[in-house]
């Protein structure tokens, strides 16, 4: 064995060591088989919603909410553009269609807005997206008099859901 070789395996044998035992440290990892009725039972897909909201008479004010349900309950990201500026703003999930308004179903935390009249909140609701999703239910920001300022029908779910 030439002198080259001899360095050779010495660095090249404990590289090798240190990766095999980096290796066996991983844990191990089963792919369940999709077929399987246990991966059926064990797979929740992400279930998500997204509406958008429309201008009420001709406010300017419109907007977006992201619907995600977490362990039997919803969490709402509300999102508005051109509301009024440095203002709080109710948002509420009522009953009804935005036609045809009914009560408040489920209160939202207000929406704060910046300089732009742009503004976010995130609030949890105990219902699940199932209960939402039933074509009697919007989501609606109000002005700081109360009135509706922008509003979005949810979508009732069809037979896949
Ligand atoms: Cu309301």
Same mark, same amino acid.
């Given at each position: 064995?030439?002198?080259?070789?001899?360095?050779?395996?010495?660095?090249?044998?404990?590289?090798?060591?240190?990766?095999?035992?980096?290796?066996?440290?991983?844990?191990?990892?089963?792919?369940? @088989?999709?077929?399987?009725?246990?991966? /059926?039972?064990? !797979?929740?897909? &992400?279930?998500? +919603? $997204?509406?958008? #909201?429309?201008? =009420? @008479?001709?406010?300017?004010?419109?907007? /977006?909410?992201? !619907?995600?349900? &977490?362990?039997? +309950? $919803?969490?709402? #990201?509300?999102? =508005?553009?051109?509301?009024?500026?440095?203002?709080?703003?109710?948002?509420?999930?009522?009953?009804?269609?935005?036609?045809?308004?009914?009560? =408040?179903?489920?209160?939202?935390?207000?929406?704060?807005?910046?300089?732009?009249?742009?503004?976010?909140?995130?609030?949890?609701?105990?219902?699940?997206?199932?209960?939402?999703?039933?074509?009697?239910?919007?989501?609606?920001?109000?002005?700081?008099?109360?009135?509706?300022?922008?509003?979005?029908?949810?979508?009732?779910?069809?037979?896949?859901?």
């Amino acid at each position: 064995m030439s002198m080259t070789r001899k360095m050779l395996t010495l660095v090249v044998v404990p590289c090798f060591a240190l990766l095999a035992c980096e290796v066996n440290d991983e844990p191990e990892v089963t792919v369940a @088989d999709p077929d399987t009725p246990a991966f /059926e039972d064990d !797979f929740e897909p &992400v279930e998500e +919603e $997204t509406v958008s #909201l429309s201008e =009420v @008479d001709g406010s300017g004010v419109t907007g /977006e909410a992201r !619907f995600t349900e &977490v362990d039997g +309950e $919803t969490e709402v #990201l509300l999102q =508005v553009e051109n509301a009024p500026a440095n203002a709080s703003l109710a948002a509420h999930i009522h009953e009804g269609r935005c036609d045809d308004q009914g009560g =408040v179903a489920e209160g939202l935390e207000n929406v704060m807005t910046d300089a732009d009249g742009e503004g976010a909140s995130t609030s949890t609701v105990a219902l699940t997206l199932n209960q939402i999703m039933d074509g009697q239910h919007y989501v609606q920001a109000h002005g700081e008099d109360g009135q509706p300022i922008t509003c979005g029908d949810i979508p009732e779910r069809g037979n896949g859901w």
